[in-house]
């Protein structure tokens, strides 16, 4: 199965190589089953397609109740697979938005895996009278868990098929199982010889910001779904989306000059 899966892959980075758009629906791949746990196949060596996960799995191994959650067979779960090209242009429009406004130098992953700080700011208010109020404003900058909850983004707490998506019309929307934040998921088949029974499965994650407002939704595509494991489900996330949901750059920018 590895072997196969590679071999798509492949052939849909070629597709996304023709597009400055993330993966087109009928380039999506489903694929059979894998003897394994989720964390057990991101650890898989799909090198040889043009694939890795050395980001994804970094984060992981940062965090311990995630890990043992991918791992467990005592839990389902569904897991949209970031490979490190997302983290990549994730990291190249935050690193150029600090360098074209003189924040400082490039981030990397390391710069967010740290405690929890407060600073504390005096603020003068001179109200025009004979004495002047003095205010401790405290702030909290706990940038590890920022990043954790971008990473809790793709991952549920139960096994979500592309199946059970067309079964529910089509879409669904669930929590992410750390913070609760809601996701949306959709799945469909393309056409093929103009029906649409005949076409392949797609399926997409999106980022609904709160809103039912479709205008301000982001949708991340998948190249790969449906890759059933022991304990859940992984569909692979399309290599031109940002990690984040375009939330890197919002969230840190302004590394290093919190004063």
Known sequence: MISTLCAA???VFMAAA??????????????ETYNGSVFDYLKEDFSSAGITFDSLLYLIGQNAYLEKLLSSDSVNVTLFAVPDACF??????LNAYR????????LVLDDFLID????????????GTSYA?????STTYDYRAQLDSLLSRYVFAEAVTTDYIMEEDGAVELGEYAYGHTMRMEADRGYASGASELGSKWLNLIEMNGTKSQSEWITCRTMTTDVETTNGVVHIV????????????INFKDYGNEE
Do not use: R
Request: glycine fraction near 4%; proline fraction near 2%; aromatic fraction near 12%.
């Open 18 to 31: 023709c597009s400055k758009y993330e993966v087109a629906e009928d380039t999506v791949v489903s694929t």
């Open 116 to 127: 929890a700080f407060t600073l504390v700011d005096t603020v003068i208010n001179d109200a």
């Open 99 to 106: 360098h074209s406004n003189n924040l400082g130098d490039d």
């Open 238 to 249: 399309s290599p031109q989306h940002e990690f984040g949901f375009n939330e890197m750059t």
């Open 133 to 137: 109020d003095t205010m401790y404003v």
């Open 88 to 93: 990549d242009l994730a990291f190249t429009a």
């Open 9 to 11: 892959i492949a052939w």
